[in-house]
């Protein structure tokens, strides 16, 4: 089957279609690491449209819903990807890869050297996926409870 699927900024409005997006795949992602105190599980719709203003938030999207989501914040010539999340019924048609691709582009526009992100290491799943799009670990890190790899993704 053949899926067609828009990459845009996200606006104001798609706020509560991302929070739900987010709620979804965060439980999932508890889990599967056993981590029941995430930050992204309490964030709220209004803390999601203070990013949409102050960060470069993406959504994909399939016939008018939202399928993923990701965020940049940036600062200097460094990036943070934080907030990255498929549609469990949306994964596996590339729209995560393509999410990435769009950061690319515009990290390389903006002339970010580095990007960072923080994910489960036991994660298996997510680490293979991150590998794949050009992530290494750089350290693992345990200030929030438990293994965290931060990866770290040279852009050219």
Do not use: C
Not at 105 to 126: C, D, F, I, M, P
Request: glycine share 6%.
């Amino acid at each position: 089957m053949l899926y067609s699927f828009i990459i845009r900024q996200a606006a104001e409005e798609d706020a509560e279609s991302i929070y739900s997006i987010l709620q979804d795949a965060f439980k999932e992602y508890s889990l599967i690491t056993g981590v029941d105190k995430l930050d992204a599980l309490s964030e709220t719709a209004d803390e999601i449209r203070k990013d949409i203003k102050n960060k470069m938030v993406y959504v994909a999207v399939i016939d008018d819903k939202i399928v993923g989501t990701l965020r940049l914040e940036i600062k200097g010539n460094e990036a943070y990807l934080s907030r990255f999340a498929v549609d469990p019924e949306s994964r596996n048609i590339g729209i995560g890869k393509s999410l990435m691709s769009v950061v690319d582009k515009y990290l390389k526009e903006k002339g970010v050297s580095k990007v960072t992100l923080h994910t489960a290491s036991r994660h298996g799943e997510l680490m293979r996926f991150y590998y794949g799009q050009g992530f290494y670990v750089e350290a693992i890190e345990t200030d929030r409870g438990y293994l965290r790899a931060r990866l770290v993704k040279e852009i050219s």
